[in-house]
């Protein structure tokens, strides 16, 4: 009998076997390990000095997160974290509500060099005929909550390090699979300043 022939006798045997536990598992009411759900793993961004948790499904967009130059005098930078695909990105022309960015979570970091409250930069920002503000403590920090403004149905706005961080959240009517508005308000629930 050749070798060859012996290694696929094996490997035949080794299939029937594999074939032979699943089926039992299956009878016996054994369920194969599903992945867990509400994995996370810790995104940091060093150079707007925070960190979120996000499900797994979620990334940094690289196409709507940037840093400022050094030298500008109001943005520090935005990061924008989506469960939408490169691709998907790279085919939206919209660059205000398009379908990449819904479902998304956004944070800006503006200077504050006037130290104004949380509130007082948000009147400066924007104003929207239903919005309502809350005072908050977010992170450990000073902020508002502003609910339907009106670039964000809710917007955190936070004082801390000479900055202001406006923390914000979208959804929509039209769903993206594995996403929930639960699943964006723990991302902005986990949010901690890194200094």
Known sequence: MSASIVRQDRRRVWVGVVALALVLAGVAGLRLAAPAQGATVTYQNA???????????FRQSTLKSYLSAPTDTFYVGTDVLTPHSATDEANDSSRTIGPTLRWIV?????????????????????????????????????????????????????????NMYLISYRTDNSPVAGVTAADLSAIVASFKFTR
């Open 47 to 57: 150079a707007l000095a925070f960190q979120v948790d996000l499900p797994t499904n």
């Open 106 to 162: 956004a944070i800006e970091v503006l200077r504050n060099p006037q130290n104004l409250t949380p509130l007082q930069f948000l009147n400066k920002m924007e104003w929207a005929r239903d919005q309502s503000t809350q005072d908050v403590a977010f992170a450990g920090s000073p902020g508002t909550l502003l609910r339907n403004g009106a670039r964000f149905p809710l917007t955190y706005y936070v004082s801390h390090g000479g």
